[in-house]
């Protein structure tokens, strides 16, 4: 009988067939906002024009604030740069005027590149004063459009752009907004399904796993502050289309709360939700039109309301298949053999060596020139009591600590000190002592996160799902699932990773750490917390990692499980080299039996 594979075409098929489920809301806004025309007036024009208007922006701004976790707060200073970059170059009030379809992507571009610049402090600032630096530049560009009064025309302001028929009626400019309104969507909804998307809720949840596996935080931001600021800046001019005519006045604190809430109402890292959540905070102050004095002290309750009772937001009502009950007996099976269908069989190679290497913390010395070695194939073996320096170890290795002194090489090339984002492509991988997952991820997503540098498409490509963007997504889901059956959590593949149990979390680590396909693997403490089946099972899965040519570097307390699997071990107490040899040989050791092993 002949195996059947799967044609690119099929496969495709079958990952639209799967998504229609997720489709299908997206599909009923849409067919909502059509029939619109038909089944209401021109006032509830207005309306639905300045929901898909806000959404645009908030489309942009939610992958910065659901996805990156990034507070920005004054983001209405780039609508406010779009609506008047948009009006004065239809004005003329600098250049020759130009068409109000060729001034839109001008203001897009200045949106970008201001965006980056309110982005650039995230690089360093985080939560609150983030959110302050965002309000900083709000006030800086209103005060500008007051004093630039030549120009934008101070607080008397300035007339908005008009668009050409048929976008000159109510409802023409209706669907024109309704149109990007879709159009941005589309875009925000392949970033978030992409590597780049996963990166992003990566460097949120759990940065330090995040540089583990390659991802640059610099570079993923920059792409998502660049694409966020055009469109709140392509928002603006057609804010500005929608005022008629604009002035400083117009651009509220008011909206920017508006902006915030609705992605938190909507919840972290979905795009159907803060969607709803717009639609929702547009509406609702025209149902309650006699409280509308009172909109921010309601913004504050609604805010307040949904952190307590609702913190998951909209998406996580919506999110039925995570409801589900898990099954309570479920043990974790591996299958090791089938490693050899999904990581390369390594012929030699070079090995990792650490020479002299010393780390202090102020005048505490948690490393003491330490010689270590790894050799490819090879499982070796770090102990010693609690504090002696062996995740200190790994995490000089990793690039997380730089030693004082000493070197590290790779063959003969050397290993620099830092950079711990660009250990991954020199083929080094790790898991570490508390399991660093995304919990609000799935599984396949979580492991998926692994091979984000091994895709090849660009930021632009993944933007428009382009045939390299979907090769890639197709390549990195198959891998992760072929590890998950691996580590034995196939089944659990699209199940949120906050509802699996200690053990589980163990063995995604593995996996995801597996899809950087490295040369060397360091593993902190991986059977703590597990059964004395799964440290058997752990064993046996390492074994074969290091026999398809894997060096492994092994931080463990279970001293059982060093000695049966290790071919050397190395023993540290308080940053020293204790001793160094076969299991055999530090078995036996005086000073190993007395300082760690008893005896």
């Known amino acids: 009988m002949t195996a059947v594979t799967a044609t690119p075409a099929h496969q495709e098929a079958g990952a639209i067939r799967a998504a229609l489920p997720q ?6 806004i849409l067919a909502l906002a059509v029939m619109l025309p038909f089944i209401s007036n021109d006032y509830w024009a207005l309306i639905g024009t300045r929901a898909a208007i806000y959404w645009v922006l908030v489309s942009g701004l939610n992958l910065v604030v659901g996805f990156a976790g990034h507070l920005a707060i004054g983001y209405v200073a780039l609508l406010t740069l779009g609506a008047y970059t948009t009006s004065v ?146 928002a603006g001019g057609l804010f500005a289309s929608l ?31 803060p969607m709803l959540g717009t639609i929702i905070l547009t509406i609702l102050p025209e149902i309650a039109a006699p409280l509308a004095a009172w909109s921010t002290f309601l913004y504050a309750v609604l805010l307040l309301v949904i952190v307590l009772v609702m913190p998951g937001g909209i998406a996580a009502l919506l999110d039925f298949r995570n409801r589900r009950p898990l099954a309570s007996n479920r043990a974790i099976l591996p299958r090791p053999a089938a490693l050899a269908d999904i990581v390369r069989q390594r012929a030699g190679g070079s090995a990792l060596a650490l020479r002299d290497i010393s780390l202090s913390f102020g005048n505490v010395r948690a490393i003491d020139r330490l010689d270590l070695d790894v050799a490819p194939g090879q499982i070796h073996g770090l102990i010693g009591p609690n504090g002696s320096g062996k995740t200190s170890t790994l995490n000089v290795i990793s690039g997380y600590y ?51 540098i091994e895709g090849r498409a660009s930021f632009v490509e993944a933007m428009l799902s382009l045939p390299r963007n979907r090769q890639d997504e197709r390549m990195l889901a198959a891998k992760a699932r072929g590890l998950l059956g ?7 593949a699209d199940v949120r990773a906050d509802r699996l149990q200690h053990s589980e979390l163990r063995f995604i680590e593995i996996a995801r750490a597996l899809m950087l396909d490295p040369d060397f693997l ?18 046996g899965l390492i074994k074969a990692i290091s026999g398809r040519g894997t060096g492994v570097l092994l931080v463990e307390h279970h001293a059982d499980l060093i000695f049966d699997i290790c071919h050397q071990v190395t023993v540290l ?22 300082a760690y092993l008893g005896g």
Request: charged share 10%; hydrophobic share 55%.
């Open 23 to 28: 489709l299908a809301p997206f599909l009923g």
């Open 402 to 452: 730089a030693a004082r002194a000493g070197t590290m090489t790779l063959g003969d090339a050397a290993l620099p000190p830092g950079m711990p984002a660009l250990r991954a492509a020199r083929g080094i991988a790790r898991t570490f002592q508390t399991p660093r997952v995304i919990g609000e991820a799935s599984v396949l997503q979580n492991v998926m996160i692994g091979g984000t």
């Open 89 to 234: 170059l239809v004005a003329g009030n600098v250049l020759p005027p130009v068409p109000v379809f060729a001034a839109l992507p001008v203001a897009a571009i200045v949106g970008a590149m201001f965006g980056v610049i309110v982005g650039l402090p995230a690089l360093r600032l985080r939560t609150f004063y983030f959110a302050m630096s965002t309000l900083g530049f709000a006030t800086i560009v209103t005060q500008i459009a007051l004093a630039w009064q030549s120009v934008t025309g101070g607080g008397i302001g300035i007339s908005g752009p008009e668009f050409p028929a048929p976008f000159n009626t109510a409802w023409g400019f209706y669907f024109l907004c309704t149109a990007f309104a879709a159009f941005t969507t589309w875009m925000s909804a392949n970033i978030a399904r992409s590597r780049f998307g996963r990166a992003l809720i990566a460097v949120r949840d759990a940065e330090v796993a995040a540089e583990a596996t390659g991802i640059s935080k610099p570079k993923m931001l920059i792409a998502i502050f660049l694409f966020a600021g055009a469109l709140a800046a392509i």
């Open 522 to 539: 360091l593993l902190d403490e991986p059977a703590a917390g597990l059964s004395s089946d799964e440290i058997e099972r752990l064993a």
């Open 486 to 492: 691996v580590v034995g959590l196939e089944p659990l």
């Open 573 to 594: 107490n308080l940053g020293r080299t204790l001793a160094a040899g076969t299991p055999a040989e530090i078995r036996v050791h005086k000073e190993v039996v007395s």
């Open 243 to 273: 005022q008629t005519y604009i002035t400083p006045d117009a651009f509220t604190f008011d909206l920017s709360v508006l902006f915030f809430i609705a992605i938190l109402i909507g919840g972290r890292g979905s795009i159907l939700g």
